[in-house]
Nanobody, 124 residues
């Protein structure tokens, strides 16, 4: 059974940083691409970033490009999202998810399964 557990969320002031982690189990982690998404109250889930199985290619939403960095450690079965220069509009629940091919797409339907999410709140 695949399990994804996100951690690292919290409350931070605008301009601050957070590092999210997503620990995976029950799958051959190093053979799957991974993605991060977020969902704010009353809004649809939106793509944030994705990374190929080797970490060689990444993709970012325009809204986070230059501020967020996705990375992975296949030895630890973990994918990370380093978030810098946070803005109040980054406030959302952040989810990691498995991409079962090595192509990076931005639609949530291209990912399964999902973690339970971690809350990120950025105060102004």
């Amino acid at each position: 059974q695949v399990q994804l557990v996100e951690s690292g969320g919290g409350l931070v002031q605008a301009g601050g940083s957070l590092r999210l982690s997503c620990a995976a189990s029950g799958l051959a982690f190093s053979t799957y691409a991974m993605g991060w998404f977020r969902q704010a109250p009353g809004k649809e889930r939106e793509f944030v970033a994705a990374i190929t199985w080797s970490g060689g290619f990444t993709k970012y939403a325009d809204s986070v490009k230059g501020r967020f960095t996705i990375s992975r450690d296949n030895a630890k079965n973990t994918v990370y999202l380093q978030m810098n220069s946070l803005k109040p509009e980054d406030t959302a629940v952040y989810y990691c998810a498995v991409r079962r091919t090595n192509t990076l797409v931005i639609v949530p339907t291209g990912y399964s399964p999902w973690g339970q999410g971690t809350q990120v709140t950025v105060s102004s």
